[in-house]
């Protein structure tokens, strides 16, 4: 069994900070790519950010430049720095996960996280 935890949500004015967590644990033998998805209300949820098991990243257009995604492979823990926050970063924050759980197989599997709530509002 495989739990994928976001973590660091909250209320922040505009402009402010916040640094999101998403700490994998369980049946895990190595991670591969993380995602970090949003969905606001009523709309589609959309990528954000990607970092891959080599550290390579990448960014929807709307967030380059403010957000940074990172990763610490000793705890299994992507981050999500998000500054010069703005009224249309708020939404449910989730997390997506690709990951072998054992030696046993080659095949991946994809798990998400329950969501951390943003909402950037004076």
């Known amino acids: 069994q495989v739990q994928v935890v976001e973590s660091g949500g909250g209320l922040v004015q505009p402009g402010g900070s916040l640094n999101l967590s998403c700490a994998a644990s369980g049946s895990i033998f190595s991670i591969y790519a993380t995602r970090w998805y949003r969905q606001a209300p009523g709309k589609q949820r959309e990528l954000v950010a990607i970092?891959?098991?080599?550290?390579?990243?990448n960014y929807a257009d709307s967030v380059k430049g403010r957000f940074t995604i990172s990763r610490d492979n000793a705890k299994n823990t992507v981050y999500l720095q998000m500054n010069s926050l703005k009224p249309e970063d708020s939404g449910v924050y989730y997390c997506n996960v690709d990951i072998r759980p054992s030696t046993a197989t080659i095949q991946l599997r994809n798990y998400w996280g329950q969501g951390t709530q943003v909402t950037v509002s004076s």
């Open positions: 970092i891959t098991s080599g550290g390579s990243t």
